[in-house]
Structures are given as structure tokens and as C-alpha cells.
């Protein structure tokens, strides 16, 4: 045991204990530390007696590097998803571990694996680096790689097949250069999970091939690429133009309508391409085979851009229904394409509004097309809606035209009861909303 430790000799009451355990087979030892807080608190002002944010820290005498990765068995799991997170992490060491507390370290210089002190933390924070897209600087093989959706939109077919050629070559080689890093590392135990996660994506990249194969053979699936690209460039650019409006400012839509406002990061683009297969046919075994079918995660940080990978897919999968026609009887003009849930309440309208300017943007096409002579897109609108709980969004239309009515000042707001006007402003404009004004309820006959 540690025996009692008393930092303030003016506090007596105030003191440190521990227990030190038996050293492990390769000479460490887990030491578990508390603070004791023993004062008898008053009758009155019991806060006096209480401890605000204290805080223990350990170093070494000599302040060498005594501290050693704390064993957590990560590594060892029988958990695939575990084994492989440690590899992944590895270099992320966990030296303590607090109890009601978070705890930080300073690592021994150029060490990874030790440390020279460890303290408590009342507030634990930690920065997560913005994850950047590579550059034609950093892999010169994306210098053929065309992300202007704009220029996607409009390319021919070679042209196409020579710059989505790149990215999975680019993404190939990639995987190689991991291949070598794995086999020069040395990883240990950690190995099994690199050669497994080596494994899925080289699958990843035979997907990817797929995608660029079905785009390049398909005519339906070329369109409904080119339709995709086309709406998610005009989204982006009317995005941008909305919210410059919205600020006041005077501008143009030609201003903003510039390659660095309408362009993919490679990951968003491979990402579509990885849904193509199977958005194409509804046979495919990533949509059909239980044990094969497959569900794609975007992990990335705030700010990452999962938002616009996973609109483009969205464009995408409304395009090709579109196209197919009538399928199993079923009739492609109508009914649910995607459903799109939010975890957050807060973040739901901030989607809604993104999603609403994609909407737009496919319906202004389609309705441009239309005017043409191009029925391809069909004669039924794009459409979105919303749902979020009868406190926020009506749940009949009845319930809709009462909120509206109410908006136009006919009679008060029912308490409990929510309204279709869930946008403040414009998503293809930037111009405000008024629910009195903008919003119409139309009535099934």
C-alpha cells in the first residue's frame, strides 16, 4: 500500500493513498492512486469542506520516463473490430486511466510509448485534427483525377474513363505502399489485423472497379452519374450563393459558381462509385445477399465533407430510378427513394436545408429537360419531406393547413402541435421564408 500522503500540512485531512500491485512478468507495476478527502464538513457552509477540481500529478524524481503503456488486451481480443482499432492505434498509448476523472500525459521526447508524467484532468478535451483530401502535390498520380463536378457532368466518355482510371489506380497503389509498410514493420501481434484490413480494401478497391466499369458500360448508370454531378454541382454553387444572401451581401451566382465552390474530394467521389453497383441493379448481392450485403460507414470528423458523399449517392440512386422505369410492377415515379435520419435534433434542419437545395436543383433539371422535349426524368416533381415529431411537424395535412392558417394570423398556435414551415430561408435563393406568405398546404381532393 501507499501509505498516507498528505501534499498541504495545513490540510491534514487532504491526503493521497494507494495500492501498488504485484509486478507483471515483465517487471511493471499497476499503481492505482486516490485522493481522500477526510475533512468532517460543518453544520454550515458544507462547501467549505469540500474539494473544487483537484488535481494529482506524478512524475518521477530523477523526471525520467517511468511510465509505461497501462495493458489493456485490446490487442489480444477475440473481437475483429477491437484487434484491428489497436492496430489502427497503437501509437495512441494509454498510460492511466482516471476514476470519475480524465487523465493526460507528457510523453518522453521522441517516444511514443513512454512517459514522463501523468496527471488528473477535471476537464477532459482532446483536439481531432481536420482530415485534409490529398493533392495532385502529395500523390502525383491524382493529377489526372477531374473533380469539378461541373466538368464530370459534361465529359465524354474517354475522357471519363481516363480520369476515373485514376482514382483507382491512384487508390491500387495506395494499398501497395501499405502492403510494404507492413511487411518492413515488423507489426507483431498487430500483423493479423493489418493483413485483414489490407484485405478489405483491396475488396474496397474491386468495388471501386465496379463502380467505374458500370458508369463506363451502363448508359443508365452514365446519365444518372452525369445527372448526379450536375445536381450536386448546382447544389453546391446555390448552397454557397444562399448563404452569401443570407449575410447581406450582393452577389452574384456567377461569382461563386467557380471550381473550388463545385468540386469532389477523392473520397467523396470513390464513395459514390462504390454505391453505383448496386444502387444500378437491385439484384446486385450488396443490397440482396444476407450474408454478403453490404452497409457503408463515412467516418470522418466534423467538417470532413460526409454530408456531400453521401448527397451525391442520394442523386445518384433518384437518377437511375428514374431512368430503369418500372421495375418488379413497381412504379418508379413515385414512392421513397431515401430515408435520411438524424441522430441529432439539432443538426436535422441544417441537413434538411442541404438536402432541399439538392431536391431543387434535381427538379429544376428535370423540369428544364422536360421543357425540351427530354422526358427521361419524368413527369412526377423531386420531392422531400420531413418528419420529426408531431411537437415539431404536422402529422396529417389536415394539421398542416391549420398550422399555416394560424401563421396568416387567422387564430393562436394550438399548444403541442408543429408546423411545415420548418425553413427559415430559401434553399435555392437565400431569400427569407414567411410562413404566412411562402407556405401553401395543398389538399388532397
Same mark, same amino acid.
Given at each position: 500500500?501507499?501509505?498516507? /500522503?498528505?501534499? $498541504?500540512?495545513?490540510?491534514?485531512? !487532504?491526503?493521497?493513498?494507494?495500492? +501498488? #500491485?504485484?509486478?507483471? @512478468? &515483465? *517487471?511493471?507495476?499497476?499503481?492505482?492512486?486516490?485522493?481522500?478527502?477526510?475533512?468532517?464538513?460543518?453544520?454550515?457552509?458544507?462547501?467549505?469542506?469540500?474539494?473544487?477540481?483537484?488535481?494529482?500529478?506524478?512524475?518521477?524524481?530523477?523526471?525520467?520516463?517511468?511510465?509505461?503503456?497501462?495493458?489493456?488486451?485490446?490487442?489480444?481480443?477475440?473481437?475483429?473490430?477491437?484487434?484491428?482499432?489497436?492496430? /489502427?492505434?497503437? $501509437?495512441?498509448?494509454?498510460?492511466? !486511466?482516471?476514476?470519475?476523472?480524465? +487523465? #493526460?500525459?507528457?510523453? @518522453? &521526447? *521522441?517516444?511514443?510509448?513512454?512517459?514522463?508524467?501523468?496527471?488528473?484532468?477535471?476537464?477532459?478535451?482532446?483536439?481531432?485534427?481536420?482530415?485534409?483530401?490529398?493533392?495532385?502535390?502529395?500523390?502525383?498520380?491524382?493529377?489526372?483525377?477531374?473533380?469539378?463536378?461541373?466538368?464530370?457532368?459534361?465529359?465524354?466518355?474517354?475522357?471519363?474513363?481516363?480520369?476515373?482510371?485514376?482514382?483507382?489506380?491512384?487508390?491500387?497503389?495506395?494499398?501497395?505502399?501499405?502492403?510494404?509498410?507492413?511487411?518492413?514493420?515488423?507489426?507483431?501481434?498487430?500483423?493479423?489485423?493489418?493483413?485483414?484490413?489490407?484485405?478489405?480494401?483491396?475488396?474496397?478497391?474491386?468495388?471501386?472497379?465496379?463502380?467505374?466499369?458500370?458508369?463506363?458500360?451502363?448508359?443508365?448508370?452514365?446519365?444518372?452519374?452525369?445527372?448526379?454531378?450536375?445536381?450536386?454541382?448546382?447544389?453546391?454553387?446555390?448552397?454557397?450563393?444562399?448563404?452569401?444572401?443570407?449575410?447581406?451581401?450582393?452577389?452574384?451566382?456567377?461569382?461563386?459558381?467557380?471550381?473550388?465552390?463545385?468540386?469532389?474530394?477523392?473520397?467523396?467521389?470513390?464513395?459514390?462509385?462504390?454505391?453505383?453497383?448496386?444502387?444500378?441493379?437491385?439484384?446486385?448481392?450488396?443490397?440482396?445477399?444476407?450474408?454478403?450485403?453490404?452497409?457503408?460507414?463515412?467516418?470522418?470528423?466534423?467538417?470532413?465533407?460526409?454530408?456531400?458523399?453521401?448527397?451525391?449517392?442520394?442523386?445518384?440512386?433518384?437518377?437511375?430510378?428514374?431512368?430503369?422505369?418500372?421495375?418488379?410492377?413497381?412504379?418508379?415515379?413515385?414512392?421513397?427513394?431515401?430515408?435520411?435520419?438524424?441522430?441529432?435534433?439539432?443538426?436535422?434542419?441544417?441537413?434538411?436545408?442541404?438536402?432541399?437545395?439538392?431536391?431543387?436543383?434535381?427538379?429544376?433539371?428535370?423540369?428544364?429537360?422536360?421543357?425540351?422535349?427530354?422526358?427521361?426524368?419524368?413527369?412526377?416533381?423531386?420531392?422531400?419531406?420531413?418528419?420529426?415529431?408531431?411537437?415539431?411537424?404536422?402529422?396529417?395535412?389536415?394539421?398542416?393547413?391549420?398550422?399555416?392558417?394560424?401563421?396568416?394570423?387567422?387564430?393562436?398556435?394550438?399548444?403541442?402541435?408543429?408546423?411545415?414551415?420548418?425553413?427559415?430561408?430559401?434553399?435555392?435563393?437565400?431569400?427569407?421564408?414567411?410562413?404566412?406568405?411562402?407556405?401553401?398546404?395543398?389538399?388532397?381532393?
Amino acid at each position: 500500500e501507499v501509505g498516507r /500522503l498528505v501534499p $498541504d500540512t495545513e490540510q491534514p485531512e !487532504v491526503f493521497v493513498r494507494g495500492v +501498488v #500491485r504485484p509486478p507483471t @512478468s &515483465a *517487471g511493471e507495476k499497476i499503481v492505482t492512486l486516490f485522493v481522500v478527502n477526510d475533512q468532517e464538513a460543518p453544520e454550515t457552509n458544507q462547501d467549505e469542506a469540500w474539494l473544487f477540481q483537484a488535481q494529482v500529478a506524478i512524475r518521477a524524481p530523477d523526471g525520467g520516463d517511468v511510465f509505461r503503456r497501462r495493458p489493456t488486451g485490446e490487442s489480444a481480443s477475440d473481437d475483429a473490430e477491437r484487434a484491428a482499432l489497436a492496430m /489502427l492505434y497503437r $501509437d495512441k498509448v494509454e498510460f492511466a !486511466v482516471g476514476h470519475g476523472v480524465s +487523465v #493526460r500525459w507528457e510523453l @518522453s &521526447a *521522441g517516444r511514443v510509448d513512454r512517459a514522463i508524467a501523468v496527471r488528473t484532468q477535471a476537464v477532459p478535451w482532446y483536439d481531432v485534427p481536420v482530415t485534409e483530401a490529398p493533392t495532385a502535390a502529395d500523390l502525383p498520380g491524382l493529377g489526372d483525377l477531374i473533380l469539378d463536378m461541373k466538368q464530370l457532368a459534361q465529359l465524354d466518355e474517354k475522357a471519363l474513363a481516363k480520369t476515373l482510371g485514376s482514382l483507382l489506380r491512384e487508390y491500387t497503389a495506395w494499398i501497395d505502399g501499405q502492403h510494404n509498410r507492413v511487411d518492413a514493420k515488423m507489426l507483431g501481434e498487430h500483423e493479423p489485423s493489418a493483413r485483414e484490413a489490407l484485405q478489405k480494401c483491396r475488396g474496397a478497391a474491386e468495388r471501386l472497379k465496379a463502380g467505374v466499369d458500370r458508369v463506363l458500360a451502363d448508359p443508365n448508370a452514365l446519365e444518372a452519374f452525369r445527372l448526379a454531378n450536375q445536381a450536386m454541382w448546382l447544389q453546391r454553387v446555390r448552397s454557397v450563393y444562399a448563404l452569401e444572401r443570407r449575410r447581406g451581401k450582393d452577389v452574384k451566382l456567377e461569382d461563386v459558381d467557380v471550381p473550388k465552390n463545385r468540386s469532389w474530394r477523392p473520397f467523396q467521389l470513390a464513395f459514390v462509385l462504390l454505391s453505383i453497383p448496386s444502387l444500378a441493379d437491385p439484384k446486385h448481392t450488396d443490397r440482396t445477399d444476407p450474408g454478403a450485403a453490404i452497409a457503408d460507414l463515412l467516418w470522418f470528423p466534423t467538417g470532413g465533407g460526409k454530408t456531400e458523399a453521401y448527397l451525391g449517392v442520394a442523386a445518384f440512386a433518384m437518377a437511375i430510378r428514374r431512368l430503369q422505369g418500372s421495375l418488379g410492377g413497381l412504379d418508379h415515379t413515385h414512392g421513397l427513394t431515401v430515408i435520411m435520419r438524424y441522430t441529432l435534433r439539432l443538426l436535422t434542419i441544417q441537413q434538411f436545408q442541404r438536402a432541399s437545395t439538392l431536391l431543387c436543383a434535381m427538379e429544376v433539371i428535370r423540369r428544364e429537360a422536360a421543357a425540351k422535349g427530354d422526358k427521361r426524368w419524368g413527369e412526377t416533381p423531386f420531392r422531400i419531406g420531413l418528419w420529426v415529431g408531431q411537437r415539431a411537424t404536422p402529422n396529417t395535412t389536415a394539421d398542416a393547413q391549420q398550422a399555416i392558417q394560424n401563421a396568416h394570423g387567422h387564430q393562436w398556435q394550438q399548444l403541442g402541435t408543429g408546423t411545415p414551415a420548418q425553413l427559415s430561408s430559401c434553399p435555392w435563393c437565400g431569400s427569407e421564408i414567411q410562413p404566412g406568405r411562402d407556405v401553401v398546404v395543398k389538399m388532397s381532393p
